[in-house]
């Protein structure tokens, strides 16, 4: 490590989901093991990374508005680097879209490929080149990649890489590659290392983990890894994320019921609640399979709370079909749910299909599905008025410093008067008020 290398430092711009998080946790990692320290001032840095999402076209617009903006910085200071990389640089003639748009930009990798970041870096560095390198195929699991976690009480997994699913408005697949599940073992002792550093909350992730454990050798699958995961000594709370319902078993549930520290929680994204339109999306279950999957969640698991994913506008939706969304999620009564409007995603199936539907009609569905699903979470929230709820504190909450935040075991956000050396611990909170999106109240031990 060479001193000049150690006042350096580098700024990360994180679009999309969870795992674009945990792998800016990783590219975070292999930068402080280099000996850069990271900052939140963008323009005082040494390196910019953006690392993209395209599962959406709102998430790429947002790139591409920020790297305008940064091309002054470059100007003013030639020794900046410029890199980006994620799910958005993956898609086919992109990154050389980007590179013709910004020509300044120094490094462009994919998502099968960051590992390699700390080289890259090098060699911009030492010889002065653009480096643009992706690889269109997905490389064997690479363990071992130093992660610099955003929080030290709650930490995120990956267990399972990639998705075979295609879901026809989906650009994941061709951007992530197929399912690979890391080896069971290397999950359990990276859990155990977390633990042993103070952990308390453990987040599995996968893009669907119910296939997690196909391809590997061993006897596993994701009832039976959530079971090993159960018995690590000193973890407080497991969670995972994301099921898809035509993989969910009766195991799962019955894992989920059984051990302790599996939080009463679960996100099935639903997509529609229309059979037609799941047919359209390749979906693989019906209302029907859906509404039993709920059905069984609920009497098998007290007080779970249940989120989703909606697409509202699919190509060929017609007010009827999303009368059956409308109908699903008032049956369901979801606690959270992630809507989103209909994207055309290049080369997925939905974006040929040649119903698509007017971005006016597309927004008038979204606010009233948005009024309905709040409608029943401020219901489901007022239920919590005089409960007292186990709260894992995270830290000073957002909007008021005066106060706590943390969440309960079934996932809500809990804002509340507390002891400030509380944070990191379990501790019980008396719920006084409950508000649209969070629950306040007082700490009673
Ligand atoms: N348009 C809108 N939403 C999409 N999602 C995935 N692809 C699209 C798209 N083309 C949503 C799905 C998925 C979530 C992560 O993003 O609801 O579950
Ligand atoms: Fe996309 Fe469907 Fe795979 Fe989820 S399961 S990542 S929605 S293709």
Known sequence: MSNDKLNKTYFIATYG????????????????????????ERDTADIIIFNTCCVRENAENKVFGNLGAIKKLKEKNPNLIIAICGCMMQQIGMADKVLKTFPFVDIIFGTHNAYKFPEYLTRVQTEGVQIKEILDKETEIVEGIPIDRESSVKAFVTIMYGCNNFCTYCIVPYVRGRERSRKSEDIINEIKDLVSKGYKEITILGQNVNSYGKGLEEDINFAKLLRKINEVEGLERLRFMTSHPKDLTEEVIYAIRDCDKICEQIHLPVQSGSDRLLKVMNRHYDRERYLYLIDLIKKEIPDVTITTDIIVGFPGETEEDFQDTLDLVDKVKYDSAFMFIYSRRNNTPADKMENQIPDDIKHERFNRLVDLVNKNIAISNKNYEGTVQEVLVEGVSKNDESKLSGRTRNGKLVNFEGSMDSIGKLVNVEINRAQPFSLVGKQID
């Open 17 to 40: 989901c969870q795992m674009n998080e945990e792998d800016s946790e990783k590219l975070s990692g292999m930068l402080k093991r280099f000996g850069y320290t990271r900052t939140e």
